[in-house]
């Protein structure tokens, strides 16, 4: 039981390039997020799904696309990369989505945009 | 202002002290509070949850919801280096949206 994965650990991208992010999980959770870390702002929500076929934008979506491939999978993706998307990426999951539950995360992504 | 503050640390204390780790908040709406540690290098773990207002208490862990000051804690006691972590607070209005305070950095010293 591997719990939240997310690949790649590292990467390093040139201003305007695009990535995507990886995630999954093997709890059969329902429900996904995704996380940015940085210094001073603590984690913030990027983008969410609910259940498999929703999504919601967070509190700093622009910049960002997401889709949820399956149950299992939610993945970010950064069309044009920018300085600013420096940061540390977190996935997250929990179990059901009306009532709380606790999230479970992934190791994170660390992404440099030169 | 952000909707949660916590202070950054860090916070050094010597082994078996007890800790005192603090955050504030605007949003008088947040009814769900958590407590997540974060090792260096690693994705945050739950700690403690609590819903509402009062105490909840596991091991050497006690967390302490204030709603009519708007002021949550958690206390550990009988430190030990491996508590040495990054603590974030973490509160909701309903289920999914978690509003993360900064993260206050605790170093035990043997």
């Known amino acids: 039981n591997a719990g939240v994965t997310q690949t790649p650990k590292f990467q390093v991208l040139k201003t305007g390039q695009s990535m995507t992010l990886q995630c999954a999980q093997d709890?059969?959770?329902?429900?996904m997020y995704w996380y940015r870390q940085d210094p001073g702002m603590g984690l913030r929500l990027i983008y969410y799904s609910a259940s498999e076929g929703t999504t919601d934008k967070g509190e700093v979506p622009n910049g960002y696309n997401v889709s949820r491939l399956n149950k299992r999978e939610f993945s970010l993706r950064l069309e044009s990369a920018a300085p600013s998307q420096t940061s540390v990426y977190f996935c997250?999951?929990?179990?059901?989505?009306?009532?709380?539950?606790?999230?479970?995360f992934g190791p994170g992504t660390r992404l440099t945009v030169l | 202002q952000k909707e949660v503050e916590q202070d950054p640390g860090p916070l050094s204390v010597p082994e078996g002290a007890i800790v005192s780790l603090n955050c504030t908040y605007s949003n008088s709406a947040f009814q769900y509070f958590m407590w997540y540690r974060q090792y260096s290098r690693k994705g945050p773990e739950l700690l403690m949850y609590?819903?509402?207002?009062g105490n909840k208490e596991d091991g050497r862990f006690t967390a302490q919801v204030d709603k009519s000051s708007k002021y949550i804690s958690l206390f550990i006691r009988d430190s030990q280096p491996s508590d040495s972590a990054t603590y974030l607070c973490a509160m909701s209005v309903g289920f999914q949206k978690l509003v993360f305070g900064t993260g206050t950095r605790l170093l035990v010293s043997p």
């Open positions: 709890m059969n959770h329902n429900s």
């Open positions: 609590t819903y509402s207002s």
């Open positions: 997250a999951s929990s179990a059901v989505a009306d009532s709380y539950n606790e999230q479970f």
